[in-house]
């Protein structure tokens, strides 16, 4: 069966396409035949990193794996809801043939990406070190800081789980990733992590290290290229040993989130 990874935060910012896009690249170099769905129709960042880098693949003359995307185009925003589902069914149908799926999601509450976490085998919600992303995924006493409840999105997250463990045998893990963390161990950070762990325990979700805040991974963008792609034949920027620790770190996070080595299936949780 394909898998399926969304990556998911209903907030904008947090560096859903930017994970979206590594992950899908990550996995491509893997050996892995992967599906791509962009459902932020409205900002399509991860269709526009395919575009770009199909055109920069084929100015260069060089060679690359790339992903089957289906595409949605943003009038589908507007359409009734089962449309809008019965449209998402298709396009996972599409991607069948696929050993795993990489969904982006928008920033927002919507139906094609509620129907999304629904089949989900993982979703991987980054998050900055900042109470203001943390209050997507659960609310804190103003007071004492202590955490009262989890939020809107974890509910949703919690929902999409139970209904699909009741309508198959298959579970959905989750994953929080901390994301863009800056290099000082500030002691917001540290306060935020306590109100993580605690939330994790409760919502049921794991904790993982995500992408530091690296030049790297944004500047390779317009030629739709990460540095997963990088290599003797392919180097559009120079090389340091910044990039060699973005790498590692990218070869960090696939191992955290399980991902055999053949990218064709999630290890066992």
Avoid at 181 to 202: G, I, T
Avoid at 237 to 254: I, Y
Wanted: proline letters at 4%; glycine letters at 8%.
């Amino acid at each position: 069966m394909t898998d399926v990874i969304v990556v998911g935060n209903e907030k904008g910012g947090a560096g859903k396409s930017t994970l979206a896009i590594h992950l899908m690249t990550a996995l491509l170099h893997e050996g892995g035949r992967v599906g791509a769905l962009d459902l932020d129709v409205r900002q399509q960042s991860l269709g526009h990193f395919v575009d770009n880098r199909a055109a920069w693949l084929a100015a260069h003359g060089a060679e690359a794996p790339m992903p089957q995307m289906v595409r949605f185009d943003a009038a589908i925003a507007q359409a009734p809801e089962d449309e809008a589902r019965e449209r998402l069914d298709t396009a996972f149908e599409t991607l069948s043939g696929c050993d795993l799926i990489v969904v982006d999601t928008p920033g927002a509450d919507t139906v094609l990406s509620r129907a999304a976490h629904a089949r989900a085998d993982l979703i991987v919600t980054p998050m900055n070190d900042s109470f203001v992303d943390f209050d997507t995924l659960g609310v804190v006493d103003p007071v004492t800081l202590e955490l009262k409840r989890p939020s809107l999105y974890s509910e949703t997250v919690w929902n999409s789980r139970k209904d699909r463990a009741l309508s198959s045998a298959r579970s959905i893990d989750w994953v929080v990733l901390r994301n863009r963390l800056a290099p000082a161990d500030a002691r917001n950070r540290r306060r935020v992590d306590e109100r993580v762990q605690a939330l994790s325990r409760r919502a049921g979700f794991r904790v993982g290290p995500g992408l530091r805040d690296r030049v790297i991974y944004r500047e390779l963008f317009p030629f739709g290229l990460t540095i997963a792609d990088l290599s003797a034949s392919i180097r559009p920027v120079s090389m340091s040993l910044q990039h060699v620790a973005a790498r590692q770190e990218l070869r960090d996070l696939m191992g955290f989130l399980g991902l055999t080595s053949d990218g064709a299936q999630l290890a066992a949780q």
